[in-house]
């Protein structure tokens, strides 16, 4: 079986590599843990989108919460896309990157008076709205600024994603959207308000979706909503379909970027909505499976053999990265393939992969056959989607460098922290 990431990630002649660039060369350069990003993998997951878009008005808005380092939002600002924001600070992540507010849409079920100012004031292509409130809010904060917000609605289309409980997000019993049922009267209600512009629709159903058949029922049920509101006499601009695409992280067949959004297309056509400009919000197939987190193994501690065999004691492989670096693992128990950056011919034993941090659930891979030695420099794989991004510094562990790989270069693009850094901000009391 290839490896997940392939052919970006690929192991020649025992030596594990990315971009053709040697990953325990890349550990020995700049130090672990470290994440490395491929961009030749990265442009290649957008050219899947743009192929099945090609020749139609549409907008690719990369889900920067999946991975907002500024070189890696340059490297989708160079390709001409847009990005889906969550945050007043994000907005400011692209607008560093050299994006332009106006190729951004803004998500989030909770977006401040303040995020709603600013990011009116940069000139925000649209604003995702998901409730009522909001809908006033943005409305009020539109009028005192003299301006009018575009806005699309993001409609909870009440459909399965069959993915993991905490990254669905189209089910009723989610917080996300509003109602299907309610669409229609906010709508109506949208285009009555002076602050308001209404632009279109959107949803997001989920994420690490691996099959076609969520999207296309969502796609329906949303497909009726525009029917309907522009039968009222509210006209849709623009679909967005939101992002969602699954990668493979193990054995999963998540189906491609082009033959998902083809699907859809046809779904699209065959209904007569073929013209409109359609938005995607792709977040993790984008960036997922081109990054790697390099770590070095620093102690083996291996239960009595005996123990281990009854199941009362494990063999642990101790290493450098943890679940402040990835925490993947720890919050959704998620399976990311772990590789020795260099092969060895010893026989394989089983090992928990665990981090420094003082917690039982800090383990980056469970019951994992490897060979491993003190020194070894380890890659965890599919790590370029919500490793960094979501890394924090508990047990104040400065957050790990990065590195991108772009043809023959390797580039530093985030230094690692220091622990002055982290308490940079703070004050003690007055003695
Ligand atoms: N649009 C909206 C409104 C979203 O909420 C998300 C992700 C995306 C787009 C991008 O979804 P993607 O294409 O990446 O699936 N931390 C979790 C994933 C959380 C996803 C949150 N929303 C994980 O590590 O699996």
Known sequence: MTLPGAPFVARRDGELELEGHSLAALAREFGTPLYVYSRGAMRAALAGYRRALHGRPHLVCYAMKANSSLAVLQTFVEAGCGFDIVSAGELERVLAAGGSADKVVFSGVGKT??????????????????????????????????????VSLRINPDVDARTHPYISTGLKSNKFGIAHGEALATYRYAASLAGIEVSGIDCHIGSQITEVEPYLDALDRLLDLVEAVEAAGVPIRHLDLGGGLGIRYADEAPPAADELVGRLIARLDARGHGARELLFEPGRSLVGNAGVLLTEVLYLKRGTAIDVAAGAARNFCIVDAAMNDLMRPALYEAWMAIEPCRLRADAAERWDIVGPVCESGDWLGRDRMLVVAPGDVLAVLSAGAYGMSMASNYNSRPRAAEVMIDGPRATLIRERETAGELFARERLLAR
């Open 113 to 150: 008076g303040a995020e709603m100012q600013r990011a009116l004031e940069a000139g925000v292509r649209c604003f995702n709205v998901e409730s009522r409130g909001e809908l006033d809010r943005l409305d009020a904060v539109a009028r005192a600024a003299g301006r009018r917000a575009p």
